[in-house]
């Protein structure tokens, strides 16, 4: 299954969600749902669809939506296929904005992993934890697909070989904010601006 939006809305601006659902094999017996965030609104159009899936056809249902409040919010399809009293198939997929006043922003996670929390650390700002794995895009639009670098012209000058300092910018991220005690007086704090490799 898939979620879709038409653009990361901002405070009041009208978004468009699809959810397409298909599966490998029939399924008759099949239910999908949107979960709206609260300070979502909904406008138009649909948040459930039940019906019989055929084999590889998609089915799709939409719905518009605003947001009245700001702040992260997350938009949930869950698509489910009973087989029997004891058994059912089915899928997840989510969509996470950053809703502001002026704009939207797109937050995409590996769905392999769990998605960061932010926890307040007393006499600290608040502190971002990535579990496992930090998002792996942010921005305005949907991901796209990568495109490979150019490769470079060969040039007639043989390459020069040198031994010098190339800074690396580092991103580190810290799994939990430690407890307090471990040491007593002591704070443990991380800090990592660049990286020299020679």
């Known amino acids: 299954m898939k979620l879709a939006i038409s653009h990361p809305p901002r405070l009041g601006e009208t978004a468009y969600l699809t959810v397409t659902v298909v599966s490998v094999f029939d399924a008759p017996n099949s239910e999908s749902r949107l979960k709206l965030p609260k300070g979502a609104v909904l406008l138009g159009g649909d948040l459930r669809w039940q019906g019989s899936l055929k084999a590889n056809v998609p089915v799709q249902f939409s719905a518009a939506i ?75 639009q949907p991901p796209a697909i990568p495109v490979p670098s150019a490769v470079p012209t060969p040039t007639s000058d043989p390459p020069v070989q040198r031994s010098e300092s190339v800074p690396i910018g580092i991103k580190l991220a810290i799994s939990h904010p430690p407890r307090a005690g471990i040491a007593q007086g002591q704070r443990a704090r991380a800090v990592l601006d660049s990286h020299q490799v020679r």
């Open 66 to 140: 605003k947001f009245v409040e700001t702040g992260q919010k997350t938009i949930t399809a869950v698509a489910e296929s009973i087989e029997s009293a004891t058994s059912s198939v089915g899928g997840v997929d989510e969509v996470v904005l950053d809703v502001a006043e002026t704009s939207g922003q797109f937050h995409v996670y590996d769905p392999r992993t769990p998605q960061p929390i932010e926890k307040l650390v007393p006499g600290h700002a608040p502190v971002t934890v990535y579990p496992d794995a930090p998002p792996v895009l942010s921005g305005t």
